[in-house]
């Protein structure tokens, strides 16, 4: 069974750097996107970007000047950078797995990320 | 870019049908497939249809998906309501570098 589990920071100031890592086990790390996905409190789902094992990555136009998704294939590891966060930011975020149909199969639990000052 | 526009809420009665639309703003919804989510309170969503009318195992056949090219929109039709299918639903559909989520319809069972 196919695991992700998140970890990060949850609490930054303005201007900070959000560092999320999301380790996956179980399964195959290649020949999928992984996924970060947010949700805002009381709002509805966005998405951030994706990468896959050759570290192509895609990432919303909203948040490419301040994004970076990289992957480490040695570890399993996916990481979410996220540069001068404001309280917009502030979110649960999400790493998900985009499976061969096209959907999001697997969910980490999500890491509350507050940017407050 | 495009945009997926759902309605914010809709109800109905348990043992009722519900339908939740999902309009795509540009571009042809049958050019791409449209997923649907649920999400319940405190928890991360899981997936009710996929590549527009397929169900992923274990999800009750009183979910069912379409596709309508001429309003370019996607449905999500729920049968025979029951209390538990109260939660938040969301489309998502990409392009080619893009992936788009709706903004969430609230379902409420009552």
């Known amino acids: 069974q196919v695991k992700l589990q998140q970890w990060g920071a949850g609490l930054l100031k303005p201007s900070e750097t959000l560092s999320l890592t999301c380790t996956v086990y179980?399964?195959?790390?290649?020949?999928?996107?992984w996924n970060w996905i947010r949700q805002a409190p009381g709002m509805g789902l966005e998405w951030i970007g994706e990468?896959?094992?050759?570290?192509?990555?895609f990432y919303n136009p909203s948040l490419k000047s301040r994004l970076t998704i990289s992957v480490d294939t040695s570890s399993n590891h996916v990481s979410l950078t996220l540069s001068s966060v404001t309280a917009a930011d502030t979110a649960i975020y999400y790493c998900?797995?985009?499976?061969?149909?096209?959907?999001?199969?697997?969910w980490g639990r999500g890491t509350l990320v507050t940017v407050s000052s | 870019n495009f945009m997926l526009t759902q309605p914010p809420s809709v109800s109905e009665s348990p043992g009722k049908t519900v339908t939740i639309s999902c309009t795509r703003s540009?571009?042809?919804?049958?050019?791409?497939?449209v997923q649907w989510y649920q999400q319940r309170p405190g928890s991360f969503p899981t997936t009710v249809i996929y590549?527009?009318?397929?169900?992923p195992s274990g999800v009750p056949d009183r979910f069912s998906g379409s596709i309508d090219s001429s309003s370019n929109s996607a449905s999500l039709t729920i049968s025979e309501l029951k209390t538990e299918d109260e939660a938040d639903y969301y489309c998502?559909?990409?392009?080619?570098?893009?992936?788009?989520f709706g903004g969430g319809t609230k379902l409420t069972v009552l």
């Open positions: 540009s571009g042809s919804i049958a050019s791409n497939y």
């Open positions: 998900a797995r985009l499976n061969y149909n096209y959907y999001f199969d697997f």
């Open positions: 990468i896959n094992h050759s570290g192509n990555t």
């Open positions: 179980g399964g195959s790390f290649s020949g999928y996107y």
């Open positions: 590549e527009d009318y397929q169900r």
């Open positions: 998502q559909s990409y392009d080619a570098t893009n992936r788009v």
